[in-house]
């Protein structure tokens, strides 16, 4: 297929509220509420139709940016900079196929939210939520879902001097090659302030929805989970042998350690595995743990080799995932994997599973690999693009939180909701309290995210509902 070309015509942005059912802690800060931001995308192909996509994801403070300085507030004002920057430069920009947006782009967007003080990471989102409106649309006007427009490569992804490591590299049949995944393992994160267990208590929310990991444990039955740690040796070697012995009970189970950027150095990340080696307790958590997670402050995470640490478990990249070339730089101080996140981009992820591909195929046994990570995706279009693309690219398991910390489509009219779940009977069920995320024996049932035209999701969100956009209060005075 020719990738076909298109102008971006028009943009228009919203956000709504939502609360959480239970506080989440992960790194710096610990969340009971936030706002999501949508966009709609209006483009024009060079047959002079148009046709409009969607595109959703959290305003997430203190992940993109974790500067002291920065409120909440500024930060979720970074992320809408970031947006307002990629629109204004690609609706003045010529048609162009769908990666070449992004491509072509990806340079002068750095430079101008730089060029602000935003980093390269809130550049990404800014750019992530666009492309992937982008993208929906086109998926939408030729009547093809994700995996199937990846395979016949509708955004024309080729070689590009925005990723010169991969020059030559024959994209268009990695992605022919793509299977997307039907069913997926749903990997639990345990959040830093969760319960353990009923004891762990002094309340409940008593909404008829697990609570303590116990809980979780026995509702959903997980065969992954996420594991985060707090930076303190002796802290997280407590906390993780109270979650064993919930976990053990299992009759068998995987999981990834996540540090969450709170270790100043592998020095200290080592230290934290060499005293869960020597706690009799965590014998068999210890030998389920699959990799290990961004554990060092990005400052310093790119400084440093990573190899005596990751001679024990595999490290991947998360937080540092800033320059598009970060995995390159990563590898060559012992990181084996890199996180794929919808909020970090569609093409970005793409990338990096190229990356993964060549380089595994000049070795006896594949080394690289890709994991599928969440920044609470919220029920709807959010949590559907983003399962579409961990999908297409095949992996077998993929962090969830949003289902559990989030109170269901919190924030978003009923009538949206059950128009979700009747679009996507098998992604989500009904409950007492309104469609949820359907988890059962731990998987992910994912045909109709699969299978539906566009990017993910068959309908789109009421965003008369929402509120509009406020511009960002960026930079600050």
């Known amino acids: 297929m020719t990738a076909p070309r ?33 966009i709609r995308a209006r483009i024009a192909l060079e047959d ?51 990666f070449g947006h992004f491509a072509d782009a990806y340079a002068g967007h750095v430079a101008a939210c730089g060029a602000e003080g935003l980093n390269p990471l809130v550049a990404a989102y800014g750019r992530a939520l666009l492309d992937r409106a982008m993208l929906d649309a086109l998926l939408k006007a030729k009547g093809l879902a994700f995996a199937a427009g990846m395979r016949a490569n509708l955004g024309g992804m080729a070689p590009h001097a925005a990723v010169p490591d991969l020059a030559g590299y024959d994209f268009a049949a990695m992605l022919a090659s793509l299977t997307p995944a039907r ?17 762990d208590q002094s309340e409940r929310v008593d909404d008829g929805l697990p609570e303590t990991v116990e809980e979780v444990a026995a509702t959903y039955r997980h065969a992954w989970w996420k594991l985060k740690v707090g930076g303190d040796v002796r802290a997280d070697v407590d906390r993780l042998c109270r979650i ?22 592998a020095e200290g990340v080592l230290a934290l595995w060499r005293a869960m080696q020597a706690e ?4 068999r958590l210890n030998a389920s743990i ?28 998360d937080e540092s995932d800033g320059p598009l070339d970060a995995f390159v730089q990563a590898k060559s101080l012992g990181y084996t994997g890199i996180s ?90 009904d409950t007492p309290h309104g469609p949820r995320l359907a988890i059962r024996e731990g998987m992910l049932d994912l045909g109709s995210v699969v299978d539906a035209p566009g990017l993910g999701a068959a309908i789109e969100p009421d965003t008369q ?9 960026w930079p600050p005075a």
């Open 244 to 265: 064993a012995a919930v976990l053990d009970r299992l009759h068998g189970y995987h999981a990834s350690l996540d540090g969450n950027e709170q270790y100043e150095d």
């Open 280 to 283: 009799p307790r965590l014998a």
């Open 290 to 317: 699959a990799f290990i997670e961004q554990p060092v402050k990005r400052a310093r995470a790119l400084d440093g080799a990573m190899g005596a640490l990751a001679a024990e478990r595999p490290v991947i990249v």
């Open 48 to 98: 002079g139709s148009e046709h409009w996509g969607v595109a959703a994801e959290t305003l997430a403070a203190k992940w993109f940016d974790k500067d002291p300085r920065w409120t909440d507030a500024q930060n979720e004002d970074q992320l809408r900079r970031a947006l307002e920057i990629a629109c204004a430069a690609t609706l003045a920009a010529g048609p162009n196929t769908a």
């Open 340 to 429: 794929s996140k919808a909020c970090k981009g569609v093409w970005r992820s793409l990338i990096n599973l190229a990356r993964c591909r060549a380089w595994n195929a000049t070795l006896p046994e594949p080394r690289y690999f890709m994991s599928a990570e969440d920044l609470t995706t919220l029920a709807g279009v959010c949590v559907q693009q983003d399962l579409a693309l961990v999908s297409a690219m095949g992996l077998v398991h993929v962090e969830r939180n949003g289902h559990h910390f989030v109170d269901g489509f919190s924030g978003r009219p009923k009538a949206e909701a059950v128009r979700f779940m009747e679009a996507h009977p098998d992604l989500y069920a």
């Open 6 to 38: 298109f102008r971006l015509v028009e943009t228009q942005r919203f956000e709504s509220p939502f609360r959480l059912r239970m506080p989440f802690r992960f790194g710096v800060i610990t969340v009971t509420h936030g706002r999501q931001a949508v």
């Open 183 to 199: 069913r997926m393992h749903a990997r639990h994160t345990v959040g830093l302030v969760d319960p353990i267990t009923a004891a």
């Open 465 to 473: 509902a929402m509120d509009p956009m406020p511009r960002a209060a």
